[in-house]
């Protein structure tokens, strides 16, 4: 079936510190990769995607490369801001059975000390 | 352009009481979800909807029913309330059931069954 792994939180950094959160990933085809953010009180909104290998996706400062060979689609960010204190979401999407069943990560939860 | 909403943001039922939650979306989007978000366990597909007039189960559809009458409106219910479903929903929309498309979420349904 398909999964995706993220790294346990939460994930404390003080701000202007280097982001590394992981993603791997199982699928059963070739996937879309998504990382998601969920900032407290809201619902989750796209952060950045890659839909082939070797894709960089990139915003607001995030980046993350899709790396088939390693099933990864690991999140960084070179200066965190006490603003970018959220619950981030790895996915992947992909045809399974005739149908694109998203497919959602634990999360990983990001507290920004100033 | 409000995007997607969902009422309530809040309710308590007792056991086996029974209520419905409405999502709404104003993005002309075919394809709309219903997910729970239980700590620990990130984010699981209920059901969803292809399109006006249809729905499909997702993961984890015992205990809940969906109606999609009209192609803005995803209703989910809960016929006989239980304390596992107790739980923070989501609603999201999609474009299209695409490889590559992106989900808008709602800001929550936080529900508590005593």
């Known amino acids: 079936g398909n999964s995706v792994t993220q790294m346990e939180g939460p994930v404390t950094l003080s701000e202007e510190a280097f982001l590394t959160i992981n993603c791997t990933y199982t699928a059963t085809g070739y996937p879309s990769l998504f990382w998601y953010v969920q900032y407290p009180g809201e619902g989750l909104q796209l952060l950045l995607k890659a839909t082939k290998a070797d894709d960089k996706g990139s915003n607001k400062g995030f980046e993350a490369t899709y790396r088939k060979e390693t099933t990864s689609f690991h999140l960084e960010k070179g200066s965190v801001q006490v603003s970018d204190s959220a619950v981030y979401f790895c996915?992947?999407?992909?045809?399974?059975?005739?149908?694109?069943?998203?497919?959602f990560g634990r999360g990983t939860s990001l507290i920004v000390h100033p | 352009n409000a995007g997607v909403t969902q009422t309530p943001k809040f309710r308590v039922l007792k056991t086996g009481q029974s209520m419905t939650l409405l999502c709404a979306q104003d993005?002309?989007?075919?394809?709309m979800y219903w997910y729970r978000q239980d700590p620990g366990m990130g984010l699981r597909l209920i059901h969803y909807?292809?399109?006006?007039?249809?729905?499909a189960k997702g993961e984890v559809p015992d205990g809940y029913n969906v109606s999609r009458l009209k192609k803005q409106n995803f209703l989910l219910g809960l016929e006989s309330a239980a304390p596992s479903q107790t739980s923070v929903y989501f609603c999201?929309?999609?474009?299209?059931?695409?490889?590559?498309?992106?989900?808008?979420f709602g800001p929550g349904t936080r529900l508590t069954v005593l």
């Open positions: 993005m002309n989007h075919e394809y």
């Open positions: 909807s292809v399109g006006e007039g249809t729905t």
């Open positions: 996915a992947l999407s992909v045809l399974s059975g005739g149908s694109y069943i998203p497919t």
């Open positions: 999201a929309s999609s474009l299209r059931r695409g490889l590559t498309d992106t989900q808008y």
